[in-house]
Nanobody
Framework: QLTLVESGGGLVQPGGSLRLSCEASGSALGYYNIAWFRQAPGKDREGVSCIASSGEWRHYTDSVKGRFTISRDSAGKTVDLRMDSLKPEDTAVYSC????????????????????WGQGIQVTVSS
């Protein structure tokens, strides 16, 4: 059974960078579309980015385009979210999630598609 664990969160100043990692155990991530979501206090969960199982399709929500980069390693163990030029409004709990989709060429950040979730990790952008 697939289990996901996030790492790499923390406190960073505005304009700084962080790299979040989503590490899998129990199954290889290569069969799954993987997405990152975030939830700020008092707000609904928001889809941030996803990468298709084929690795050929990536999607970003408008507010992070040009600043965030999603990638997966060739071993199928981790999916990273590189976050640059961070802003205070990026402050949230970030979670990765997996959708069983072998050989998929597309992905979506609709959270109802994802059935395996990590526990979440805090990212705080503040001076």
């Amino acid at each position: 059974q697939l289990t996901l664990v996030e790492s790499g969160g923390g406190l960073v100043q505005p304009g700084g960078s962080l790299r979040l990692s989503c590490e899998a155990s129990g199954s290889a991530l290569g069969y799954y579309n993987i997405a990152w979501f975030r939830q700020a206090p008092g707000k609904d969960r928001e889809g941030v980015s996803c990468i298709a199982s084929s690795g050929e399709w990536r999607h970003y929500t408008d507010s992070v385009k040009g600043r965030f980069t999603i990638s997966r390693d060739s071993a199928g163990k981790t999916v990273d979210l590189r976050m640059d030029s961070l802003k205070p409004e990026d402050t949230a709990v970030y979670s990765c999630a997996a959708d069983w989709s072998p050989q998929s060429i597309m992905c979506t950040v609709v959270d109802g598609r994802y059935h395996t979730w990590g526990q979440g990790i805090q990212v705080t952008v503040s001076s």
